[in-house]
């Protein structure tokens, strides 16, 4: 007779999630991309909890890079692009740049791709032609270049496995299981569950299994690969979520003329997602950017 697996829930609070999973020195991975889908909330829970010698890797990032480097919380980041898009460039971010206080991984998109790709295939590199000829080799000296050894005599350049402690990814969707579901763009958020040792999952909204079968990509994040799964409605903000929000201009532009210091005070320290969302407005807030 065959047994049925008996699934566990893997639903937790934020609080447990990064004080059990996200610890000093790990290297975090945060899925979506500029303004979009970033778990921002995980990010001001971080804060909260005053993580530090964390390194960041994202594919593009934006406030939650410029957020966790202003609070000291980062030591490293790689990215192939940090900043504000129309708004300008990430203010905290640029002045630790430029002061030396934190490193940079110089990367690439296909840099961030590959190196997410061998780590979980268990390669430690990856081939790369299209970096040849670049500056890339003058900043990292972790990549190598080399000639085929299958005989073509074609130049590549190997790129090191990135191996993730943690991925932390903002979906529309999910199940209290752990698979997750993405209406849009997915970006790099499904390679980053593959590779990391630990995945959390922040869900606008909790779903039955059942319905995940009929979501357009169905489990593009499955169980398998989710450690925990917190439910956080606008946990995005001020980043969108579709299909149920877009960005809030409004509030990044306020973020980036604030001293992060009363940025923090009022909008991070000792708030829970509720009143965060209050102290940015509330209602109205939520009404401005509802799609």
């Known amino acids: ?6 699934r566990k829930s893997k639903l937790i609070t934020l609080d447990d999630a990064i004080s059990t999973y996200v610890q000093d020195g790990d290297l975090v991975g945060f899925g979506g991309l500029s303004f979009w889908r970033k778990p921002i909330e995980a990010c001001r829970e971080i804060i909260r909890q005053d993580k530090k010698d964390l390194s960041l890797c994202t594919f593009v990032g934006g406030i939650e890079i410029d957020m966790l ?10 990215a192939c692009f940090v900043g504000m898009e129309i708004f300008g460039m990430a203010p905290n971010y640029r002045k630790a740049v430029e002061s030396g206080s934190i490193k940079i991984s110089e990367e690439s998109e296909a840099s961030i791709a ?7 295939l268990k390669v430690p590199f990856m081939p790369l032609k299209g970096i040849i000829g670049t500056d890339m080799p003058k900043v990292r000296n972790d990549i190598k270049q080399f000639k085929d050894p299958l005989g073509s005599d074609t130049e590549l350049m190997a790129l090191p496995k990135i191996d993730l402690d943690v991925a932390i990814l903002h ?21 980053m569950a593959k590779t990391a040792k630990k ?26 690969t989710t450690t925990a799964v917190v439910k956080i409605p606008y946990g995005a903000h001020p980043t969108s979520c579709y299909p149920f929000y877009t960005f809030d201009p409004l509030h990044i532009q306020a973020y980036l003329k604030a001293d ?3 940025y923090k005070e009022k ?9 965060y969302l ?8 939520i009404l401005n950017i509802l799609l």
């Open 260 to 262: 992060f210091k009363n």
């Open 199 to 224: 995945t959390i999952i922040i869900t606008e909204k909790l779903v039955e299994t059942e319905d995940i079968r009929y979501l357009p990509g169905k489990a593009q994040l499955p169980m398998q």
């Open 171 to 191: 979906v529309p969707y999910a199940d209290e299981y752990g698979n997750g579901n993405i209406a849009g763009a997915v970006w790099m958020d499904d390679d």
């Open 267 to 275: 909008f991070i320290s000792g708030k829970n997602s509720v009143q």
């Open 278 to 285: 209050e102290e940015a407005g509330g209602v109205q807030t």
């Open 1 to 6: 007779m065959r047994r049925s697996k008996i």
């Open 114 to 120: 590959l190196g997410l790709r061998a780590s979980y």
């Open 69 to 78: 480097v202003a609070a000291g919380c980062a030591s490293q980041v790689r």
